[in-house]
């Protein structure tokens, strides 16, 4: 149960954050080219994921470990790295980030900072809060979706 609990605070704070720098991206930079539905087919996707996850884990009472300390821990540190990388990400591009794909003016290809050793970092860190969110789940259907 607290790794329900956590997973539910975590969304909560991912959504939040992400939100929050998705609305800036935008507002700071309305002249550039957006491509807002396969954003929003995004958005709406990982959400509906995120929700089955947990209904399923619920619903369905196949877990990975023997333990809930182990999923804690492991979705835990999991978790914690993902948020890292992706907020590494975000602060190393500084202006040029954006939620989506785009060419902003005086684009550059980074090769500095979490960019020296990752090619997609935004990316990774955002599928590693996944995994992270659906170990805390300590469910094989959770993990699937």
Known sequence: MIGKLLFVVAVIIWVTK????????INNNPDSQWDSSSLQVLKVGSTMAVVLGL???FLSHSGLFASEFSALLLGGIVLALGGWV???AI???????TP???ILDEHKLRSDGIYQYMRHPGYS???????GMALLLN???SLVV
Request: avoid cysteine; proline fraction near 0%.
């Open 86 to 88: 992706r907020v590494r």
């Open 139 to 141: 469910n094989t259907m």
């Open 91 to 97: 602060r190393d591009l500084k202006e040029q980030f």
């Open 18 to 25: 992400e939100n929050k720098a998705v609305n800036w991206r």
């Open 100 to 102: 989506n794909v785009v």
């Open 125 to 131: 860190g955002a599928l590693l809060l996944y995994l």
């Open 55 to 57: 209904i399923l884990s």
